[in-house]
C-alpha cells in the first residue's frame, strides 16, 4: 500500500507563486497522478493530473498557462508550479495516484491514494 505525502503550501497574495510537492512512500508504478483541490463548501475539482508513462499532462481550464505539472521519477514526486495565482486559487489541495487506467482522469473517485492535503491561501 502506498501513501502519498504532501507538502508546499501556504499563503500568498496574489500574483504570488507557490510550489506544491507529493512524494509516494515507496517506488510503485502508477498509471496517474495529479492534484484536486476542495474549497470549503464546495466540490472536489481536478486542477492538474499527468499520464505517468507518457509524461503528458492535462489542466483544468482555469489554471492552464498558470499551473505546471512536473515529476522527478528518482526521487517518486510531483510537483506543481503554481504562479500568478489568484483568491479564487484558494482552497486545500490533495494530490492523487492510481494504478490504473481511469476513463475520466478528473473524477476523484477513480483514484486509489490520496495525500493528507495542503492548504494554499490567496489574499486579494
Known amino acids: 500500500q502506498a501513501q502519498l505525502v504532501a507538502s508546499g503550501g501556504g499563503s500568498v497574495q496574489t500574483g504570488g507563486s507557490l510550489r506544491l510537492s507529493c512524494t509516494t512512500s515507496?517506488?510503485?508504478?502508477?498509471?496517474?497522478m495529479g492534484w484536486f483541490r476542495q474549497a470549503p463548501e464546495m466540490k472536489r475539482e481536478g486542477v492538474a493530473i499527468?499520464?505517468?508513462?507518457?509524461?503528458?499532462?492535462f489542466y483544468e481550464d482555469s489554471v492552464k498557462g498558470r499551473f505546471t505539472l512536473s515529476r522527478d521519477a528518482i526521487r517518486n514526486t510531483l510537483f506543481l508550479q503554481m504562479d500568478s495565482l489568484k483568491p479564487n486559487d484558494t482552497a486545500m489541495y490533495y494530490c492523487?495516484?492510481?494504478?490504473?487506467?481511469?476513463?475520466?482522469?478528473?473524477?476523484?473517485?477513480?483514484?486509489?491514494?490520496w495525500g493528507q492535503g495542503t492548504q494554499v491561501t490567496v489574499s486579494s
Open positions: 499527468m499520464e505517468v508513462d507518457s509524461s503528458t499532462t
Open positions: 492523487a495516484a492510481t494504478r490504473f487506467e481511469i476513463y475520466n482522469i478528473w473524477n476523484s473517485g477513480n483514484y486509489e491514494y
Open positions: 515507496r517506488d510503485i508504478s502508477l498509471k496517474y
